[in-house]
């Protein structure tokens, strides 16, 4: 493997680029949260079942 060349690509990648604006950013940001989120409830939802009907 060429270390120069992974280099180069490196600073070829890092020109390319760009911060993402604010819009962008909040988008992202409301899908991770809405994520966390769906996972978070369907877990509790399967621990609340366990818990209230013992099951075994």
């Known amino acids: 493997m060429d270390?120069?060349?992974t280099f180069?690509?490196?600073a070829n990648?890092?020109?390319l680029a760009k911060k993402?604006?604010?819009e962008?950013?909040?988008?992202?940001?409301?899908?991770v949260l809405?994520?966390?989120a769906a996972?978070?409830?369907i877990g509790f939802i399967i621990q609340?079942?366990?818990s209230v009907f013992r099951f075994g």
């Open 3 to 5: 270390l120069v060349n």
């Open 8 to 10: 180069k690509n490196m």
């Open 13 to 15: 990648t890092l020109k």
């Open 20 to 22: 993402s604006d604010k």
């Open 24 to 31: 962008d950013y909040m988008q992202h940001l409301r899908l």
């Open 34 to 36: 809405l994520g966390i």
């Open 39 to 41: 996972i978070g409830t």
């Open 48 to 50: 609340f079942v366990f």
